[in-house]
């Protein structure tokens, strides 16, 4: 028997309405982690561009950050927690795998009975989380979704790994995505290698990260540009267009190496690069909206700026869309 399966009335594009993030108050220099590995200021600002980073308290949560950040994305969208029909949370730091994060966050934000689930793409969550929000939007199955890449590093990192400890950190990103007369939300051009699964993973619950630092440096900085040319070209844009690249904040040699390549692909050399990771540390999926946040907040990102994300990590996988600056 052949039935007719209606579908919602859908609208003519998306567009993020708000953004928000949360950083720990605890600031961790250099010389704080030097104190406790065989490291050094000078070596870990040329190898990862890192002066400082955040670390939660034992009471800060990946939900209680990620219900902060989301907090103030509404704020910044002018909506409340009734207007929200989804949540969506990428992360890959739970500190267990049920309940999944959005439910709780969800729950401290006043979200009655949203859509809530979590997505795990690792660094890359964040765009996945995007893109699969826009697409609820877009096709009239929910008004608003709120988007949240929160991560507490700091459960799943040895703190005398000294390759690791150096990067990684706490944090969490949100945004607010809502339907648009024309579209501001660019597709998805997403993938990844299944051939690298073991170049990044956490073995087990008693375990910790653990990467092949050279070869995900090798991967990220040769890799990960044509992803973003690709956004660019689903899009329909020129990467002359760009006015911010906006990478996950993994290594600052990374950001440098991909926006370099970005520009030789035709994005304006005055082109502004977003370099959080100086002083917030590898916050995984969180770090795309603290990092854009941030330049709002410093009068570096305006509203209407176009903005390329690309985020990359474990799986290996990676996913890259253009938006427009909230
Ligand atoms: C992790 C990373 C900084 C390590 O740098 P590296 O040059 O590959 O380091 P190696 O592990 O080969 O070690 C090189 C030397 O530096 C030393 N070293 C490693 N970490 C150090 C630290 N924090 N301080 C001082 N020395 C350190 C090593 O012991 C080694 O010394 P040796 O030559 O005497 O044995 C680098 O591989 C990297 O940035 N990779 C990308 C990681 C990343 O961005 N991941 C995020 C993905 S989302």
Request: with cysteine; glycine share 8%.
């Given at each position: 028997?052949?039935?007719?399966?209606?579908?919602?009335?859908?609208?003519?594009?998306?567009?993020?309405a708000?953004?928000?993030?949360y950083?720990?108050?605890?600031?961790?220099?250099?010389?704080?982690?030097?104190q406790?590995?065989?490291?050094?200021?000078?070596?870990?600002?040329?190898?990862?561009?890192?002066?400082?980073?955040?670390?939660?308290?034992?009471?800060?949560?990946?939900?209680?950050?990620?219900?902060?950040?989301?907090?103030?994305?509404?704020?910044?969208?002018?909506?409340?927690?009734?207007?929200?029909?989804?949540?969506?949370?990428?992360?890959?730091?739970?500190?267990?795998?049920?309940?999944?994060?959005?439910?709780?966050?969800?729950?401290a934000l006043?979200?009655?009975?949203p859509?809530?689930?979590?997505?795990?793409?690792?660094?890359?969550?964040?765009?996945?989380?995007?893109?699969?929000?826009?697409?609820?939007?877009?096709?009239?199955?929910?008004?608003?979704?709120?988007?949240?890449?929160?991560?507490?590093?700091?459960?799943?990192?040895?703190?005398?790994?000294?390759?690791?400890?150096?990067?990684?950190?706490?944090?969490?990103?949100?945004?607010?995505?809502?339907?648009?007369?024309?579209?501001?939300?660019?597709?998805?051009?997403w993938?990844?290698?299944?051939?690298?699964?073991?170049?990044?993973?956490?073995?087990?619950?008693?375990?910790?990260?653990?990467?092949?630092?050279?070869s995900?440096?090798?991967?990220?900085?040769?890799?990960?540009?044509?992803?973003?040319?690709?956004?660019?070209?689903?899009?329909?844009?020129?990467?002359?267009?760009?006015?911010?690249?906006?990478?996950?904040?993994?290594?600052l040699?990374?950001?440098?190496?991909?926006?370099?390549?970005?520009?030789?692909?035709?994005?304006?050399?005055?082109?502004?690069?977003?370099?959080?990771?100086?002083?917030?540390?590898?916050?995984?999926?969180?770090?795309?909206?603290?990092?854009?946040?941030?330049?709002?907040?410093?009068?570096?990102?305006?509203?209407?700026?176009?903005?390329?994300?690309?985020?990359?990590?474990?799986?290996?996988?990676?996913?890259?869309?253009?938006?427009?600056?909230?």
């Amino acid at each position: 028997m052949t039935v007719h399966i209606a579908t919602p009335p859908t609208v003519p594009g998306t567009r993020i309405a708000g953004l928000g993030h949360y950083r720990p108050d605890n600031v961790v220099t250099n010389d704080d982690l030097a104190q406790h590995i065989e490291t050094n200021d000078a070596w870990i600002r040329s190898r990862v561009g890192i002066e400082e980073r955040r670390y939660s308290s034992s009471d800060e949560t990946v939900a209680s950050m990620g219900a902060s950040a989301g907090r103030a994305a509404l704020a910044d969208a002018g909506l409340t927690p009734a207007d929200i029909d989804a949540v969506i949370t990428a992360t890959c730091t739970l500190e267990a795998p049920i309940p999944h994060a959005s439910t709780r966050i969800a729950a401290a934000l006043g979200i009655h009975a949203p859509g809530s689930f979590d997505v795990n793409a690792a660094c890359a969550g964040f765009c996945y989380g995007l893109a699969v929000a826009s697409q609820a939007v877009r096709s009239g199955n929910a008004r608003n979704v709120l988007v949240v890449g929160s991560e507490k590093l700091t459960s799943w990192v040895d703190p005398k790994d000294r390759a690791n400890s150096i990067i990684f950190a706490d944090g969490a990103g949100a945004a607010v995505v809502t339907a648009s007369d024309t579209e501001q939300i660019g597709p998805i051009a997403w993938g990844s290698d299944e051939t690298q699964t073991e170049t990044i993973y956490i073995a087990d619950r008693n375990s910790f990260v653990y990467q092949e630092g050279q070869s995900v440096f090798r991967w990220a900085t040769t890799a990960i540009a044509p992803v973003a040319v690709q956004a660019a070209k689903n899009a329909g844009i020129d990467l002359a267009d760009v006015d911010i690249i906006a990478c996950h904040q993994a290594n600052l040699r990374i950001v440098e190496a991909i926006a370099k390549r970005l520009i030789t692909a035709g994005a304006r050399p005055d082109v502004r690069v977003a370099r959080d990771i100086v002083t917030t540390g590898n916050t995984s999926s969180a770090s795309i909206p603290i990092a854009l946040d941030r330049m709002r907040a410093a009068g570096e990102a305006q509203r209407g700026d176009v903005v390329l994300a690309v985020g990359f990590g474990a799986g290996l996988t990676y996913a890259s869309q253009v938006f427009v600056c909230p």
